[in-house]
C-alpha cells in the first residue's frame, strides 16, 4: 500500500537516504513507480519485462546508496537507467524467439504500441513519425517530462525540443486519422 | 506529412506546451500504465532496506512470473561485523584503537605490528559508508593522509621474512589465515620466484612479499570476508620454485 504522499523534495529524500532513512526510499519509489514501469513498458513491449525492468531500475538505484549525489532531475538520472534495462530485454527477448528484424527495431528505440487494439488510428500516426520526433512527444505528453528534462535526456537543445514537439503535434494535426483529437 | 524542419525552421512562436485533452486521453489510454502487484512493491522495498541496512546477504526475489533475480550483496557494515567478530574471538582485548604508544602501524594497540594493523586500516578505508575522519595517527608515513600507501607501509613492517615463498599468500582466506601463512612462509624459509627476480636485493624482496601481503589484506578489507575467489590478481603471485 503506497504511503502517504511524502512532502519532501527529491533532493531532500536522497540526503535522507544517504542518512540511513528506509522510508525515504519507500517515498522515492512510490513517486517514479508508475513513470519508470509505463516507461519500461513503452520501450519493451511487454509488460512481464516492464515489471522486472522496474525492479532492476529500482535495484540500480539503492545500490547507489550511501554515497549518491542528485546532480540533475530524478527523471533526467532515471531515464536513461530504463532505457538501458529495457533495450536490453527486448534484445534477450527478441534473440530468444528469433525475431532479428524486431531486434533491430529494439535498437533503434521503443516498442510499437499495440496496434491492432484501440486507439488503432493514432497508433499508427505515431508509429509514421520520426523516432526522435515520437520520444520527445511522449517523453512531454505521456511522461509528463518537462521541456529542459527532455533536453538533458535526450542531449539535445531546447529549441529542438520545442521543434520536434510542434512538427510531431503538426502532422497529427494534418493527418485525417488523427484531425479529430484536436476538434474543438 | 511534415518534412523535418529541424535545422531549417525558425522556432515556434508559441510553445506546442498544451495538447486537447482528446489527444492526452487517447495517449493515456495508448501508453497505460502497467499494473504493478503489491508482492512485486514489497519485493523491490524490502530488496532496498536490506542493502541500506547494510545486511551481507545474498537474497534471491522472485519476480512477477518466478524468474529469479539474484541480488549479491558486500555491505560493508556487515564484512565490518564479521571481522569484528574474528578480532573479538581471537583478540578480545584489544579493539582497534588509536595506538597510545610510540609504535608507528600498531593499529590496535596489542604492542607490535602485524598484518592485521594493516587490514584495520584497510578495512577503515574499504568502508564506504564512513563519515568519522580516520584517526591522524594511522597516517603512519605522515603525508597528511590515511590511505592505500599507509595500509602499504604498515603490511611492509609486519613482513619482516627473509627469502620467502608468496604463493601462499593469495591462498589466505582471511586475514587469519594470512597472517599465518606469513608465519609459516617465515619459518619454512622457502626460498621464493622473487628471489629469482634480476637484481633484486633482499629489501626488494621483502618489498614484494609486503606489496603481495598488502594487496591481499586490502582485497580481503574490501569484500564480505574474504573468499579465496575474489582477491585480487595482484595478490596471486607466482608458483615458489
Given amino acids: 500500500m503506497p504511503p502517504p504522499t511524502d512532502p519532501r523534495s527529491d533532493a531532500e529524500l536522497v540526503e535522507a537516504l544517504n542518512g540511513g532513512d528506509p522510508s525515504a526510499f519507500d517515498a522515492l519509489y512510490y513517486r517514479y513507480r508508475d513513470r519508470v514501469s509505463r516507461l519500461a513498458l513503452r520501450f519493451t513491449g511487454n ?23 542528485l546532480t540533475s532531475a530524478m527523471t533526467t538520472f532515471l531515464y536513461p537507467v530504463v532505457k538501458h534495462l529495457s533495450l536490453a530485454a527486448r534484445r534477450k527477448r527478441m534473440r530468444m524467439f528469433g525475431d532479428d528484424l524486431a ?82 | 506529412m511534415s518534412r523535418s524542419f529541424e535545422s531549417s525552421s525558425p522556432l515556434p512562436s508559441e ?28 519485493a523491490i522495498l524490502n530488496a532496498a532496506r536490506a542493502h541500506l541496512a547494510g545486511q551481507v546477504h545474498r537474497r534471491t ?16 557494515a556487515a564484512a565490518a561485523a ?31 605490528v602485524d598484518i592485521l594493523d594493516a587490514y584495520l586500516v584497510a578495512r577503515a578505508l574499504a568502508d564506504k559508508s564512513r563519515t568519522a575522519p580516520l584517526p591522524a595517527a594511522w597516517d603512519v608515513n605522515h603525508d597528511g593522509v590515511v590511505d592505500q600507501k599507509d595500509v602499504d607501509w604498515i603490511a611492509n613492517a609486519a613482513v619482516r621474512v627473509g627469502p ?72 596471486k603471485g607466482a608458483e615458489a620454485p
Fill in chain 2, 61 to 76: 526475489v522472485f519476480s512477477r512470473h518466478g524468474r529469479l533475480l539474484r541480488w549479491a550483496g558486500a555491505g560493508a
Fill in chain 1, 47 to 69: 509488460e512481464q519485462d516492464a515489471l522486472d525492468v522496474l525492479q532492476e531500475t529500482f535495484a540500480y538505484v539503492h545500490r547507489k546508496f550511501p554515497g549518491f549525489r
Fill in chain 2, 164 to 235: 620467502a615463498g608468496n604463493s601462499k599468500l593469495a591462498e589466505s582466506t582471511d586475514v587469519f589465515d594470512l597472517a599465518e601463512n606469513l608465519k609459516s612462509i617465515g619459518a619454512r624459509g622457502e626460498r621464493s620466484k622473487l628471489a629469482l627476480l634480476p637484481g633484486n636485493a633482499h629489501g626488494a624482496r621483502t618489498v614484494d612479499v609486503a606489496t603481495d601481503a598488502s594487496h591481499a589484506v586490502s582485497g580481503l578489507a574490501a569484500t564480505s570476508g574474504g573468499h579465496r575467489t575474489i582477491l585480487p590478481d595482484a595478490a
Fill in chain 2, 15 to 42: 510553445p506546442d506546451d498544451a495538447i486537447p485533452s482528446k489527444l492526452a486521453d487517447g495517449l493515456a489510454e495508448l501508453y497505460a500504465v502497467p499494473r504493478v502487484p503489491p508482492s512485486l512493491d514489497s
Fill in chain 2, 82 to 112: 564479521v571481522a569484528a567478530v574474528l578480532l573479538v574471538t581471537i583478540r578480545p582485548h584489544t579493539p582497534p584503537v588509536t595506538p597510545r604508544n610510540a609504535i608507528a602501524g600498531d593499529i590496535n594497540g596489542d604492542g607490535r
Fill in chain 1, 103 to 184: 531486434l533491430d527495431s529494439a535498437a533503434a528505440g521503443e516498442a510499437a504500441p499495440d496496434s491492432a487494439g484501440v486507439r488503432a488510428e493514432l497508433s499508427a500516426v505515431l508509429a509514421g513519425l520520426p523516432l526522435t520526433h515520437r520520444e520527445v512527444l511522449l517523453l512531454r505528453f505521456v511522461d509528463g517530462f518537462s521541456l529542459e528534462e527532455i533536453a538533458a535526456v535526450m542531449k539535445i537543445p531546447l529549441g529542438t525540443v520545442k521543434s520536434r514537439i510542434h512538427n510531431a503535434l503538426a502532422t497529427l494535426r494534418a493527418d485525417p486519422r488523427t484531425r479529430a483529437y484536436f476538434d474543438p
